[in-house]
């Protein structure tokens, strides 16, 4: 079974760790309490940081002389300068961060989605969306790294890039303390399928870098990989990609298997293809094979197993431990 390294990932104090809602609640999301087993987590609430009581009235975002401002409409005191303060003080002494979860819609927090108010009156409609302030603060200031807030991370699709994104990002943050070259070609070895997924332009930019024919110093080389991952890692691999590497890795054993093999493999990537099913069948096989022939580069790839399994879940419409409506 894979070691993974455990991603130090800021979230928003209010999801499962405090009552410290403007209400003086706690949300509980199911999402960072499955993390919570394999993720070292940074609590922060913005809001409370600031010196606002729990509960509080809360805030909102208003538009006034083209100028976006953080008010508490109740009290009327504007704390704008207070919540930036705490963004700049906070995020520059955060040290070396893998990902965010930030609360969802909040005006502190959230990424996307912010209501904007034209005044404090609470008879005023919404004018438009944008980000809260310290959500946006972390987009700013680490666009590179993967930001989320509870409510995205409920679709499947994107809480699995997420979750890949920060293990790997946890374990090159350990190659980099290491500060080993054995390591750093370890860390592309065992990642190469992984990133041919999400960039074969990157993954070929990465193993030049790798290949170190410039005989650079081990520093000089991390910071340039490091570069070129975020790159790699900035955007949810297409289902094509997951197709031609799976193809790859079929190649291994191609000319060992029968061609009833053959036919079940493909015919589970097709199915893949047209939407029947999950990758889980195809994923399988490749493995069960990795296993049968003993190949040992194809077991030790990340893709396989991007993150821990205690992670990984089935839909709950497909599930047996569904509730059973039969009853």
Known sequence: MREFVRPKVVVSRCLGFDHCRYNGNIINSSIVANLMEYVDFLPVCPEVEIGLGIPRDPLRIILENGEQRLVQPASGRDVTEAMETFCTDFL????EIDGFILKYRSPSCGIKDVKVYPTTSFKSAVIGKTSGYFGSAVLKEFSYLPVEDEGRL???RIKEHFM???FMLAAFRKVKSEGRMKDLVAFHTENKYLLMVYSQEELKKLGAIVANKEQETFQE???????HLYRALSRP???TSIINV???AFGHFSERLSNQEKALFFGWIQKYRNGKVSLCPAISIIRSWAVRFEDQYLTNQTFFEPYPEGLMEVDPIDSHLREDLWK
């Open 92 to 95: 520059g002494s955060a040290g």
């Open 154 to 156: 409920r679709n499947a």
């Open 164 to 166: 890949t994104r920060i």
């Open 221 to 227: 080389l991390v910071s340039e990989y490091e570069r």
């Open 237 to 239: 691999p297409r289902y």
């Open 246 to 248: 799976l193809m790859h």
